[in-house]
């Protein structure tokens, strides 16, 4: 009897912190876009990667060698498809160039990459200015992504991500240092 009474009252303290503290809201991006501009249009042209959050360190295990990643988000030669360029800076210097395309979901921003049927990413707002977050999921795996159109964002911004990403419990948390200058996107 006294397990039953003691289990009771801590879920309603439980419930009664859940009801004070709550994480801060974000919410998710909608076709009617932003500046009154259809979605995808105010999300096109560069954007850089500043951080990444997961559950875990190993769904950020990709970013470890990253210095930074510019990206170039660009409508694709069919509708419905949206064409994303990346260069990624190594820390030992090198640029990569990276390639995908997104397929748009009919009536709203969830992407589907192309060769990936399991992955899914959903954009959502963020209170940065110039900011973007974007939730990555597939087999495996789900992690919150931060972009930017500045390679330095204000500080407040990167620590405003990291607590919302950890009060939505993804406790590791990965920032591209930005030490070397971005590699140059490629045009095609």
């Not at 360029?85 to 589907?112: F, Q």
């Amino acid at each position: 009897m006294f397990h039953q009474v003691w289990a009771a009252l801590l879920y309603l303290f439980g419930i009664l912190l859940n009801s004070i503290y709550q994480c801060p809201e974000y919410s998710q991006l909608t076709t009617q876009g932003v500046d009154g501009k259809e979605f995808p249009e105010p999300h096109l042209g560069r954007w850089y990667f500043i951080a990444g959050a997961a559950p875990t360190k190993e769904e950020l295990v990709t970013f470890d060698p990253v210095d930074n990643i510019v990206f170039s988000m660009a409508t694709g030669s069919a509708p419905m498809q949206l064409q994303l360029r990346a260069t990624i800076r190594m820390k030992n210097g090198h640029c990569v160039p990276r390639k995908w395309i997104y397929h748009l979901t009919e009536g709203s921003t969830d992407l589907r990459t192309e060769g990936r049927p399991d992955m899914r990413t959903m954009l959502f707002s963020s209170s940065c200015p110039g900011g973007i977050m974007l939730k990555e999921s597939g087999h495996g795996y789900q992690r919150f992504l931060l972009y930017n159109r500045s390679p330095h964002p204000h500080e407040t911004c990167v620590e405003e991500f990291q607590s919302l990403t950890s009060c939505l419990d993804f406790k590791a948390f990965l920032r591209t240092p930005r030490n070397q200058e971005a590699c140059e996107l490629s045009s095609n």
